[in-house]
């Protein structure tokens, strides 16, 4: 699965061929593999803004999903090309909502709108804890919904 990157300040885009393994038995992308590919994108971006999952476990913290929330508008199947985006809605004191899309690319018809709220936590004790200043400052915080937004 041949896939692709870029980022601007506020938007982290990955495009990718569907492989024949994310489909279902109803012939079409699953929905743990949407989740799967949200998680994926969401750890490139951090580390593509110089958080990587390394330095997150020297730090001794890490984020946790709390909730997920999609939303499933057009199915996508396999050999399609897709582009998944991403970008951070908002920051809280120990929270953050990330938001993302998923695009049929030769149309760019919107396939699935999601959230997650991801929660800052110590290793250790598996509470929540204050995000730090430098980790705050390397996202671009945008509110809006959808990226042409912007």
Do not use: C
Not at 49 to 54: A, D, N, S
């Amino acid at each position: 699965m041949a896939a692709s990157t870029s980022h601007t300040p506020h938007l982290f885009t990955k495009t990718l061929a569907i492989p024949g393994e994310a489909i279902d038995e109803l012939g079409h992308v699953s929905n743990l593999k949407y989740i799967a590919w949200m998680q994926e994108i969401a750890i490139q971006h951090s580390a593509a803004l110089g958080w990587p999952v390394e330095r997150y476990l020297q730090g001794g913290a890490v984020w946790v999903v709390r909730s997920h929330f999609v939303t499933y508008l057009r199915p996508a199947f396999e050999a399609e090309t897709i582009t998944l985006q991403t970008w951070v809605a908002e920051i809280k004191q120990r929270s953050s909502l990330r938001k993302y899309l998923v695009l049929r690319t030769n149309d760019q018809s919107v396939l699935v709108e999601a959230e997650t709220n991801w929660v800052y936590v110590d290793r250790k004790s598996g509470r929540p804890i204050r995000i730090p200043e430098d980790l705050r400052g390397a996202f671009h915080i945008h509110p809006n919904s959808k990226p042409e937004e912007r």
